[in-house]
């Protein structure tokens, strides 16, 4: 069964940095391209960042490029996404998601997500 | 960016009815647009891809068309399991984006 599980979420002030986590099992993960996805309380989905299977290519919404870094570490099955200078607009619900397949781009399995609230 | 604007924001709906819901793209996404049901305090799940094509595990009364910039998720048949809110995204060019949603409720 395919399985991604997201942490890390938590309370943090502006300004201030937070590292996500979601950790992969049931597939190879190694094989598929993974994004970050979130959702403000009560709004839409808004894609964040994307990263290829083997970490050469990665893209971000402008939104929070500059200020994200998402990576992932194939040996341990874990996408991370580090986030610096959280501002109170980053409030939400953090998903990551993939495909499953070499060149999706659609999003077909999806974490339960963790929440992020920035507030002081 | 691609602005998908979908349409209606909410609609009401009465069990067993055929409806039909609509995203349209600013610009031409080819056929790469692709639906997502989201139920309350549940992950969003994909219901159909490329526009069109059907999903393994999804109740064929969910069905999809459209090209280029106006596209239609159709649902023949809705039940009450179907209240939820319905997403369209594209995923022809970066940033991939998504529409805002149609809620759909009970009528």
């Known amino acids: 069964e395919v399985q991604l599980v997201e942490s890390g979420g938590g309370l943090v002030q502006p300004g201030r940095s937070l590292k996500l986590s979601c950790v992969a099992s049931?597939?190879?993960?190694?094989?598929?391209?993974m994004n970050w996805i979130r959702q403000a309380p009560g709004k839409g989905l808004e894609w964040v960042a994307y990263?290829?299977?083997?970490?050469?290519?990665?893209y971000y919404a402008e939104t929070v490029k500059g200020r994200f870094t998402i990576s992932r570490d194939n040996a341990k099955n874990t996408l991370y996404l580090q986030m610096t200078s959280l501002r109170s607009e980053d409030t939400a619900l953090y998903y990551c998601?993939?495909?499953?397949?070499?060149?999706?781009?659609?999003?077909?399995?999806w974490g339960q997500g963790t929440l992020v609230t920035v507030s002081s | 960016d691609v602005v998908l604007t979908q349409s209606p924001a909410t609609l009401s709906v009465t069990p067993g009815e055929r409806i039909s819901l609509s995203c349209r793209a600013s610009?031409?996404?080819?056929?790469?647009l692709h639906w997502y049901q989201q139920k309350p305090n549940e992950s969003p799940r994909l219901l159909i891809k490329?526009?069109?094509q059907s999903i393994s595990g999804i109740p064929s009364r969910f069905s999809g068309s459209g090209s280029g910039t106006d596209f239609t998720l159709s649902i023949n048949g809705v039940e009450l399991e179907d209240l939820s809110i319905y997403y369209c995204?594209?995923?022809?060019?970066?940033?991939?984006?998504f529409g805002s949603g149609t809620k759909l409720e009970i009528k």
């Open positions: 998601a993939s495909p499953m397949d070499p060149n999706g781009d659609w999003f077909a399995y």
């Open positions: 049931g597939f190879t993960f190694s094989n598929y391209g």
């Open positions: 990263i290829s299977s083997g970490s050469s290519y990665i």
């Open positions: 610009e031409s996404v080819d056929t790469y």
């Open positions: 490329y526009a069109s």
């Open positions: 995204q594209q995923g022809n060019s970066l940033p991939f984006t």
